[in-house]
């Protein structure tokens, strides 16, 4: 028995030897796989569920996350709003990677709770200055023409409890309004076409069917253009939370005119000036005067690994840094890190699909010296439009801003990996 795990061990030992003098060039790779001559009982004792047969085909009919997985969740934070009908959870960012979220774990923002629609009765309307008023079934919407688009949907308010400085001890919270989905839908054009816009058309107003019945007026320039009704994420129909049956997907835009359980599109010759685009959704700059429709979603990115809820644990050496990267005028371009607060930049490693207006994945990896460090990512995109500072921010917004904060991040490392959200002027 000794001997076989010795000549294991061994064989091992020898893999990784010939792997290295074979020129497998990913520096500390190998230095970060513990060294096996020692024996390593979860490889040499027989586990188990090695030993007994698991649960057959179909005892899971729809599948979920492993077990060892349960700590990955969306989550709230209870003192932010005063009833969980009209409030947020947010997506744990932390704990993904790639750019698409999983269904389960986008965050929610509802503000009347989540409508529970059986798809059969639910009915979508077009009217106002259209040619004909028009009432679509769920299996009316699906004889047009499907497309299928990757979108990040970010909400206004995302990071809005960092305008005045670090606040929230997690990207969970400081930047999970945020979710990456692929969509199925039908191009709002078509419908609107069906209709027959009249020539006085200029605004279109979307109105949900929860208990909120919220509603925002889109420019006819935007619904003419990418915006789409949806009624599938990531392959499978909508979410309940996220607006199952039908939801407007609005690229790029402020996530707040994304209207779920989609009901009515009334087409007008102006915007309607409802509460979601004056007494919220406006940005109040220095001179009191508040700044209405900022409608797209301004370049932006952020550090996910390591930071507050993912700390350093495996000591000095090779440590790999990764985030996400997204904005509303189209693709990322590049992504900087700097492990020095800003003095020294080095450009990151992106990976993965990069689709217009979707989440960007950026990885950088470097030798940790085991020294503190001041991690910040600032992101480019294809427009030529760079993620300002948070000061650079608020010298031209002021601080009485809530909304639209695309301010760079800082994450502070200590010697022990320990991270924590701070704030360097
Ligand atoms: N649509 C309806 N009908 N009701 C709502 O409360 N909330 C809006 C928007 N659309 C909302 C809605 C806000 S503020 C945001 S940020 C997004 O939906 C959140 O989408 P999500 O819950 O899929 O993350
Ligand atoms: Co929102």
Redesign the pocket.
């Known amino acids: 028995m000794t001997d076989r795990r010795d000549s294991r061990a061994l064989s091992r030992r020898h893999f990784l030897k010939s792997g290295l003098l074979g020129g497998v060039a990913i520096a500390g790779a190998a230095a970060s796989g513990r060294a096996a001559a020692a024996g390593e009982p979860l490889i040499t004792d027989v586990q188990e569920w090695n030993q007994f047969p698991g649960e057959g085909v179909g005892t899971r009919p729809y599948g979920q996350p492993s077990q060892f997985e349960q700590h990955v969740v969306r989550k709230t934070v209870p003192w932010l709003t005063a009833d969980a009908i009209?409030s947020?959870s947010f997506t744990p960012l932390h704990e993904l990677d790639g750019i698409i979220t999983p269904s389960g774990l986008?965050?929610?923002?509802?503000?009347?709770g989540i409508?529970e629609i059986n798809s059969a009765d639910h009915r979508l309307m077009i009217n106002g200055l259209v040619e004909k008023q028009l009432v679509f079934t769920m299996a009316d919407l699906k004889r047009f023409p499907r497309e299928n688009h990757v979108y990040f949907?970010?909400?206004?308010?995302n990071s809005g409890m960092e305008w005045r400085g670090a606040q929230l001890n997690g990207v969970q919270f400081t930047h999970g309004?945020l979710?990456c989905l692929m969509y199925t839908g039908v191009r709002l054009k078509h419908l609107l076409n069906e209709a027959g816009l009249r020539t006085a058309g200029k605004w279109i107003l979307a109105?949900?069917?929860?208990a909120?019945?919220?509603t925002r007026s889109i420019p006819i320039e935007k619904a003419l253009d990418d915006c789409i009704v949806a009624f599938a994420m990531n392959g499978e129909a909508l979410r309940p939370?996220?607006?199952y049956p039908l939801?407007?997907v609005v690229p790029g835009w402020?996530?707040?005119?994304?209207?779920?359980?989609?009901r009515r599109l009334e087409v007008g010759d102006q915007p309607w000036q409802q509460r979601?685009e004056t007494s919220k959704?406006t940005d109040l700059l220095p001179n009191g005067k508040a700044r209405r429709f900022t409608f797209a979603m301004d370049v932006k990115s952020v550090i996910t690994n390591p930071s507050p809820q993912s700390p350093i644990t495996h000591g000095k050496g090779h440590t790999v840094i990764t985030g996400l990267a997204w904005s509303g005028a189209g693709a990322i371009s590049r992504v900087d890190i700097s492990i020095d607060g800003g003095r020294n930049w080095k450009t990151a490693r992106l990976d993965g699909p990069s689709f217009s207006k979707a989440l960007h994945r950026f990885y950088h990896e470097f030798d940790w010296d085991g020294s503190e460090l001041f991690l910040q990512s600032r992101a480019m995109d294809d427009q030529g439009f760079i993620q300002p500072t948070k000061d650079d921010l608020r010298s031209v917004r002021g601080a009485n801003s809530i909304y639209h904060n695309n301010g760079i991040q800082t994450w502070h490392v200590g010697k022990d990996g320990v991270v924590e959200n701070v704030e360097i002027s």
Do not use: P, T
Request: proline share 0%; net charge negative; charged share 25%.
């Open positions: 009209s947020v986008c965050f929610e923002r509802h503000h009347g409508a949907l970010e909400c206004a308010a309004m979710h109105e949900g069917a929860d909120s019945a919220m939370e996220q607006g939801r407007l402020e996530g707040n005119m994304w209207i779920k359980w989609l979601e959704y």
